[in-house]
Protein backbone atom coordinates (compact mmCIF):
# COMPACT_ATOMS: atom_id res chain seq x y z
CA UNK A 1 0.00 0.00 0.00
CA UNK A 2 1.13 3.29 -1.05
CA UNK A 3 1.11 6.50 1.34
CA UNK A 4 1.08 10.20 0.49
CA UNK A 5 2.22 12.88 3.06
CA UNK A 6 -0.81 15.15 4.14
CA UNK A 7 0.03 18.89 2.83
CA UNK A 8 -2.16 22.07 3.17
CA UNK A 9 -0.26 23.28 1.16
CA UNK A 10 0.01 23.99 -2.34
CA UNK A 11 3.15 23.56 -4.90
CA UNK A 12 4.05 26.75 -6.73
CA UNK A 13 6.20 24.94 -9.38
CA UNK A 14 6.02 21.72 -10.70
CA UNK A 15 8.81 18.86 -9.70
CA UNK A 16 11.35 18.72 -11.46
CA UNK A 17 12.09 14.49 -11.95
CA UNK A 18 14.98 15.05 -13.96
CA UNK A 19 18.42 14.41 -11.54
CA UNK A 20 20.57 15.80 -14.27
CA UNK A 21 18.66 19.40 -14.07
CA UNK A 22 21.26 22.19 -13.02
CA UNK A 23 22.51 25.41 -13.95
CA UNK A 24 25.07 25.16 -16.50
CA UNK A 25 26.16 27.99 -19.39
CA UNK A 26 27.36 25.74 -21.67
CA UNK A 27 24.07 23.49 -21.94
CA UNK A 28 22.18 26.25 -21.50
CA UNK A 29 20.43 24.44 -18.33
CA UNK A 30 18.49 25.90 -15.58
CA UNK A 31 15.93 26.34 -13.33
CA UNK A 32 12.48 26.25 -14.94
CA UNK A 33 10.90 28.54 -12.72
CA UNK A 34 12.10 32.58 -13.45
CA UNK A 35 13.69 33.90 -10.34
CA UNK A 36 13.59 37.08 -9.23
CA UNK A 37 16.34 39.77 -10.42
CA UNK A 38 16.46 43.13 -9.69
CA UNK A 39 17.01 45.70 -12.42
CA UNK A 40 18.87 48.12 -10.12
CA UNK A 41 22.61 47.73 -11.80
CA UNK A 42 25.45 46.55 -9.71
CA UNK A 43 27.74 49.72 -8.26
CA UNK A 44 30.98 49.60 -10.22
CA UNK A 45 34.51 50.07 -8.38
CA UNK A 46 36.27 53.29 -8.63
CA UNK A 47 39.87 52.40 -9.69
CA UNK A 48 41.25 55.72 -10.28
CA UNK A 49 42.51 57.09 -6.61
CA UNK A 50 42.10 60.22 -7.86
CA UNK A 51 37.85 60.13 -8.59
CA UNK A 52 37.45 58.53 -5.29
CA UNK A 53 35.77 60.22 -2.29
CA UNK A 54 37.92 61.14 0.32
CA UNK A 55 36.69 60.22 3.56
CA UNK A 56 37.78 62.87 6.91
CA UNK A 57 38.84 61.36 10.08
CA UNK A 58 39.37 62.53 13.27
CA UNK A 59 42.58 62.65 14.68
CA UNK A 60 41.64 62.76 18.15
CA UNK A 61 39.66 59.20 17.72
CA UNK A 62 39.68 56.65 20.45
CA UNK A 63 40.30 53.99 18.07
CA UNK A 64 44.15 55.47 16.76
CA UNK A 65 44.95 54.17 20.59
CA UNK A 66 45.30 50.52 18.99
CA UNK A 67 47.74 51.80 16.45
CA UNK A 68 50.93 52.40 17.24
CA UNK A 69 52.34 56.35 16.84
CA UNK A 70 52.99 56.10 13.28
CA UNK A 71 49.30 54.69 13.19
CA UNK A 72 50.03 52.08 10.74
CA UNK A 73 49.51 48.53 10.50
CA UNK A 74 52.80 47.17 11.94
CA UNK A 75 55.21 48.92 13.95
CA UNK A 76 58.82 48.15 13.15
CA UNK A 77 61.46 45.96 15.84
CA UNK A 78 62.97 49.16 16.52
CA UNK A 79 59.55 50.53 17.96
CA UNK A 80 58.61 47.65 19.77
CA UNK A 81 61.70 47.17 21.34
CA UNK A 82 61.64 51.04 22.51
CA UNK A 83 60.64 50.37 25.82
CA UNK A 84 61.25 50.42 29.73
CA UNK A 85 61.09 47.84 32.21
CA UNK A 86 58.12 46.90 33.86
CA UNK A 87 56.60 48.74 36.75
CA UNK A 88 57.82 47.29 40.38
CA UNK A 89 55.69 46.16 43.55
CA UNK A 90 57.04 49.02 45.37
CA UNK A 91 56.63 51.65 43.01
CA UNK A 92 53.11 50.56 42.64
CA UNK A 93 52.62 51.08 46.59
CA UNK A 94 52.49 54.18 46.30
CA UNK A 95 49.62 55.03 43.80
CA UNK A 96 46.36 55.61 44.26
CA UNK A 97 43.02 53.35 43.56
CA UNK A 98 42.34 55.48 40.04
CA UNK A 99 46.08 55.56 38.68
CA UNK A 100 46.23 51.60 39.38
CA UNK A 101 42.86 51.42 37.49
CA UNK A 102 44.33 54.03 34.52
CA UNK A 103 47.52 51.81 34.20
CA UNK A 104 46.00 48.95 34.20
CA UNK A 105 43.54 49.75 31.12
CA UNK A 106 46.56 50.89 29.53
CA UNK A 107 48.14 47.77 29.30
CA UNK A 108 45.15 46.18 28.08
CA UNK A 109 44.90 48.14 25.07
CA UNK A 110 49.28 47.55 24.40
CA UNK A 111 48.88 44.07 24.50
CA UNK A 112 45.65 44.70 22.17
CA UNK A 113 47.29 45.93 19.70
CA UNK A 114 50.59 43.81 20.12
CA UNK A 115 47.62 40.84 19.23
CA UNK A 116 46.13 42.74 16.51
CA UNK A 117 49.80 43.40 14.56
CA UNK A 118 50.47 39.74 15.81
CA UNK A 119 47.50 38.14 13.58
CA UNK A 120 48.19 40.88 11.02
CA UNK A 121 51.91 39.84 10.92
CA UNK A 122 50.86 36.17 10.71
CA UNK A 123 48.71 37.06 7.65
CA UNK A 124 51.04 38.62 5.67
CA UNK A 125 54.18 35.95 6.40
CA UNK A 126 56.10 39.44 7.31
CA UNK A 127 58.71 37.41 8.93
CA UNK A 128 59.89 40.11 11.01
CA UNK A 129 59.26 41.30 14.68
CA UNK A 130 57.99 38.38 16.35
CA UNK A 131 60.67 38.74 19.42
CA UNK A 132 60.65 42.01 19.78
CA UNK A 133 56.83 42.38 20.38
CA UNK A 134 56.94 39.55 22.38
CA UNK A 135 59.54 40.76 24.72
CA UNK A 136 57.14 44.06 24.68
CA UNK A 137 54.41 41.93 26.06
CA UNK A 138 56.02 40.29 28.72
CA UNK A 139 57.04 43.44 30.27
CA UNK A 140 53.35 44.29 29.62
CA UNK A 141 52.48 41.37 31.78
CA UNK A 142 54.60 41.62 34.36
CA UNK A 143 53.13 44.80 35.12
CA UNK A 144 49.45 43.39 35.06
CA UNK A 145 50.76 41.08 37.78
CA UNK A 146 52.12 44.01 40.15
CA UNK A 147 49.28 45.63 39.91
CA UNK A 148 47.01 42.71 40.69
CA UNK A 149 49.60 41.76 43.48
CA UNK A 150 49.52 45.40 45.12
CA UNK A 151 45.66 45.13 45.11
CA UNK A 152 46.01 42.02 46.44
CA UNK A 153 47.55 43.47 49.55
CA UNK A 154 45.68 46.18 50.05
CA UNK A 155 42.33 43.79 49.95
CA UNK A 156 44.19 41.97 53.04
CA UNK A 157 44.56 45.14 54.52
CA UNK A 158 40.96 46.26 54.45
CA UNK A 159 39.43 42.46 55.31
CA UNK A 160 42.27 43.04 58.45
CA UNK A 161 40.85 46.43 59.29
CA UNK A 162 37.28 45.48 58.60
CA UNK A 163 37.44 42.40 61.28
CA UNK A 164 39.37 44.60 63.75
CA UNK A 165 36.93 46.98 63.93
CA UNK A 166 33.86 44.90 64.40
CA UNK A 167 35.16 44.05 67.64
CA UNK A 168 36.18 47.51 68.44
CA UNK A 169 33.83 49.74 70.54
CA UNK A 170 34.97 53.21 69.32
CA UNK A 171 34.15 52.31 66.20
CA UNK A 172 30.89 52.08 63.87
CA UNK A 173 30.47 50.33 60.96
CA UNK A 174 26.65 50.97 60.36
CA UNK A 175 27.06 53.97 57.77
CA UNK A 176 25.10 56.11 60.49
CA UNK A 177 27.19 59.39 61.06
CA UNK A 178 30.65 59.12 62.37
CA UNK A 179 32.43 56.06 61.86
CA UNK A 180 34.92 57.22 64.35
CA UNK A 181 33.67 57.56 67.96
CA UNK A 182 36.61 57.09 70.83
CA UNK A 183 35.52 57.12 74.31
CA UNK A 184 35.85 60.46 76.81
CA UNK A 185 36.81 62.43 73.25
CA UNK A 186 34.98 65.53 74.69
CA UNK A 187 35.74 65.43 78.16
CA UNK A 188 39.83 65.28 77.66
CA UNK A 189 39.83 67.92 75.14
CA UNK A 190 37.91 70.52 77.80
CA UNK A 191 40.36 69.79 80.42
CA UNK A 192 43.05 70.11 77.83
CA UNK A 193 41.38 73.76 77.04
CA UNK A 194 40.62 74.91 80.49
CA UNK A 195 44.62 74.39 81.31
CA UNK A 196 45.49 75.80 78.45
CA UNK A 197 43.19 78.79 78.58
CA UNK A 198 44.01 82.06 81.15
CA UNK A 199 41.48 82.91 83.21
CA UNK A 200 39.21 86.56 82.23
CA UNK A 201 40.03 85.06 78.63
CA UNK A 202 37.97 83.50 76.30
CA UNK A 203 39.26 80.71 73.47
CA UNK A 204 38.93 83.35 70.86
CA UNK A 205 41.49 85.42 72.57
CA UNK A 206 43.90 83.15 73.23
CA UNK A 207 44.22 82.06 69.47
CA UNK A 208 44.74 85.18 68.47
CA UNK A 209 47.88 86.08 71.11
CA UNK A 210 49.12 82.20 69.46
CA UNK A 211 48.34 80.50 72.02
CA UNK A 212 48.02 76.76 71.51
CA UNK A 213 44.70 74.50 72.66
CA UNK A 214 44.76 70.77 73.61
CA UNK A 215 43.48 69.72 69.70
CA UNK A 216 46.53 71.50 68.16
CA UNK A 217 49.00 70.19 70.46
CA UNK A 218 47.36 66.67 69.16
CA UNK A 219 47.78 67.55 65.31
Known sequence: MQLRSFSTTTRRYPRDASRNRGVSA???TGPRQTLS?????????????SKRSKFQVDENHGLW???????TTLSTPEDDSAHGRPWA?????????????????VCVKERNRLATEGFERA????????????QRDTAVRRTQRAIKHVLTERYYAWDEARKLARNDPEVDLSGQG????????????????????????SLLDSKKEGGSTGREERV
Not at 37 to 49: G, R
Not at 89 to 105: C, P, Y
Not at 178 to 201: F, H, M, Q
Open 178 to 201: RAYKPENLEEDEIESVEEEVPEGK
Open 89 to 105: VEELRHKSWEDLHGLWW
Open 65 to 71: GFFNKQR
Open 123 to 134: RLKAGYGEHEAQ
Open 26 to 28: IRR
Open 37 to 49: VSKVPLPQPVLDP
